[in-house]
């Protein structure tokens, strides 16, 4: 990789070109000790192995499994040896780089000799004949590389190379690169902590996505952003039973499965977050994204990616723009009572085939539901009808529901909700029309059916818009 480097990197160049001896480590320390992460640890250490080696090329390199490759090259653009050195290279290969890895030996490369004629193949003095080869294919004098040492083990090289106008390296060249390479082994060993202890803080050690602090922030920033917001609260549904009948490893690996789903659902949404809240509870949250979109992403992804051993999520989602301005504690209670409710609704319609009582009695309790849920919703048509289609959606033992508009004869969704896990199970749909709004209301092919329900609908629909206007 070759990142650009930050301005804290490239900052005092020509101070540190003009300094030597102990103060020129002390800066190079200091640099090192300003860089956060660790690609700025390695982009510092090429920049200064450049400057304090007089080095035409100077890079920072990663040794894993005995093969190294570069992570940046300084100057980053040089169109003579940057492709020659972004390719990775085997200690099998390099006997120079084998005694790094194995002995932690620096080593040092001459491919023409003090007077500035060329060295005559295995000249004493030259260093390794395959790093002079190299040397004469690029057309450089010298080069040399320096083990970094991090925690008792070769974590990479720096290396640096000079041109023919360049001087060769002397051994005093070698030992400023190694005392440079214990410094850049201190700074990666410190972001590694670091990092180490950013990970047990915000990750979820089981499934490695965020925790709950994170999630928390991540809403409060998001509500703070002043576009829609959606959280998404996730249940599963027979973990239980996966834990009892094969085992709490299976059940681990089912959750791991879970936290996979939501990862390649924040793939699918820029910006959002997926975390576990705990136990069996996950959550998404959004900023920027349409809640249409939302829902239609977590419906394709769990449809697309099936839970195993027969298990299953459900989820449900609050919007601020259904709920308008609110705390983002209110917002993640309300995208949980809507996961009950799918919750509920999903054991209700997996129950026995038995119907769900007779058409006069069915349509009473769609009445009381869907009165009570325009009753307590927000004001505005959107949210109304979005309470009226979860309420009586679950009383009808449905897995879905859809809000939509009608324009020029095209039926736009506006809103969904339901269980996507239920996407398989068959279920009936009821659309209510009134005026411009069609709503799509999911019932159990179990559930009673008949005029009485499908006026109680419509009458329904009547109010919750007429009575928003």
């Known amino acids: 990789m070759t990142p650009r480097v930050t301005a804290g990197a490239r900052g005092g160049r020509r101070a540190a070109a003009a300094l030597s001896g102990a103060r020129g480590f002390a800066?190079?320390?200091?640099?090192?000790?300003?860089?956060?992460?660790?690609?700025?640890?390695?982009?510092?250490?090429?920049?200064?192995?450049?400057?304090?080696?007089?080095?035409r090329l100077a890079a920072t390199c990663r040794i894993e499994h005995e093969t190294m490759r570069v992570l940046h090259h300084e100057p980053a653009s040089d169109p003579r040896h940057g492709?020659?050195?972004?390719?990775?290279?085997?200690?099998?290969?390099?006997p120079a780089l084998?005694?790094?890895?194995?002995?932690?030996?620096?080593?040092?490369?001459?491919?023409?000799?003090?007077?500035?004629?060329?060295?005559?193949?295995?000249?004493?003095?030259?260093?390794?004949?395959?790093?002079?080869?190299?040397?004469l294919e690029v057309g450089a004098a010298s080069s040399l590389g320096a083990p970094i040492v991090v925690n008792g083990a070769v974590?990479?090289?720096?290396?640096?190379?000079?041109?023919?106008?360049?001087?060769?390296?002397?051994?005093?060249?070698?030992?400023?690169?190694?005392?440079l390479a214990a410094l850049v082994a201190g700074a990666i060993a410190r972001v590694d902590l670091e990092e180490q202890i950013r990970h047990l803080v915000a990750d979820d050690p089981l499934t490695g996505l965020a925790?709950?602090?994170?999630?928390?922030?991540?809403?409060?920033?998001?509500?703070?952003?002043?576009?829609?917001v959606?959280?998404?609260?996730?249940?599963?549904?027979?973990?239980?039973?996966?834990?009892?009948?094969?085992?709490?490893?299976?059940?681990?690996?089912?959750?791991?499965?879970?936290?996979?789903?939501?990862?390649?659902?924040?793939e699918r949404l820029p910006g959002s977050t997926a975390a576990r809240l705990g136990g069996d509870e996950f959550c998404l949250v959004t900023v920027g994204q349409h809640r249409a979109e939302v829902a239609e992403v977590m419906l394709s992804t769990t449809l697309d990616f099936p839970l195993p051993h027969g298990a299953a999520i459900s989820y449900g989602l609050a919007s601020t723009a259904i709920t308008g301005e609110i705390s983002a504690r209110h917002l993640f209670r309300r995208a949980d009572i809507a996961q009950y409710r799918v919750k509920r609704a999903r054991a209700r319609a997996r129950q026995s085939a038995v119907p769900i009582a007779d058409p006069a009695v069915t349509a009473e309790r769609v009445v009381v539901a869907g009165a009570a849920a325009i009753t307590a919703a927000q004001s505005g048509v959107v949210p109304r009808l979005c309470a009226l289609a979860a309420a009586t959606t679950e009383t009808l033992g449905g897995s879905a529901w859809a809000v939509l508009m009608q324009r020029d004869g095209t039926a736009s969704a506006v809103a969904r909700g339901g269980s996507p896990a239920d996407g398989d199970h068959e279920q009936l749909v009821t659309q209510v029309v009134h005026g411009a709004w069609l709503v799509e209301i999911g019932a159990s092919p179990h559930a009673a059916q008949g005029p009485a329900v499908t006026t109680a609908l419509h009458a329904l629909a009547a109010v919750a818009i007429e009575g928003a206007s």
């Open 98 to 135: 084998r005694r790094l890895i194995r002995e932690r030996e620096s080593w040092v490369a001459h491919a023409q000799d003090v007077t500035g004629q060329p060295t005559e193949p295995g000249a004493e003095g030259a260093g390794d004949p395959v790093e002079v080869a190299q040397l």
């Open 155 to 179: 974590w990479g090289e720096i290396f640096a190379l000079r041109g023919p106008d360049g001087g060769l390296f002397t051994t005093d060249d070698v030992a400023t690169a190694e005392v």
């Open 83 to 94: 492709w020659r050195l972004l390719t990775t290279y085997r200690a099998e290969d390099r």
């Open 211 to 228: 925790n709950r602090r994170v999630a928390d922030n991540a809403a409060e920033a998001a509500l703070e952003s002043g576009e829609e």
């Open 230 to 266: 959606c959280i998404v609260m996730c249940d599963v549904d027979g973990l239980k039973r996966v834990n009892d009948e094969l085992g709490h490893d299976v059940g681990d690996d089912l959750l791991r499965s879970v936290a996979d789903v939501m990862r390649r659902a924040v």
């Open 27 to 55: 800066l190079a320390a200091h640099r090192l000790e300003s860089a956060r992460s660790l690609d700025e640890v390695v982009q510092t250490a090429a920049v200064l192995a450049a400057e304090m080696l007089r080095a």
